[in-house]
């Protein structure tokens, strides 16, 4: 896997690309597994999992109601031309683990997330 130094590696630094990640969720209702199942693009850990979701409430990004999650910040959404870029490489997708040579990146204030395979970010940004 080809090095992405951008890659965020404290747990405050998941935490803060994974708050990003749910500021920009494109839908204003989704199932609290698809939520997680962005998170899950910055970390597998079920405790920093619920401390992210916890934040997101707290801050106000999200309303939690039971299985459902509404968002909070009224039309933000990851734009493709100016925050999603490419590099040519050996990476393996970070949501699916396949092996790609075009790793796709979102840019967030707090950090970068990636790489992700051409679907996969599609999916993770919530355009699929």
Do not use: N
């Not at 630094?13 to 698809?34: F, G, K, M, N, P």
């Not at 850990?45 to 997101?56: F, G, K, S, W, Y």
């Not at 100016?82 to 707090?110: K, L, N, Y």
């Amino acid at each position: 896997m080809a090095d992405t130094p951008d890659t965020p590696e404290t747990r405050e630094e998941r935490i803060e690309v994974a708050l990003d990640l749910i500021a920009h969720l494109e839908h204003e209702e989704l199932a609290l597994s698809a939520v997680v199942d962005r998170i899950e693009t910055v970390t597998s850990d079920p405790a920093l999992t619920r401390e992210i979701l916890d934040t997101a409430e707290m801050r106000g990004l999200i309303d939690r109601d039971g299985a459902r999650v509404r968002t909070r910040t009224g039309g933000t959404f990851v734009r493709f031309e100016s925050q999603v870029v490419t590099r040519e490489g050996e990476f393996d997708c970070r949501r699916c683990g396949a092996s790609i040579s075009t790793g796709h990146f979102v840019r967030f204030e707090s950090g970068e997330l990636g790489p992700f395979g051409s679907s996969c970010v599609r999916k993770v940004t919530g355009r699929e």
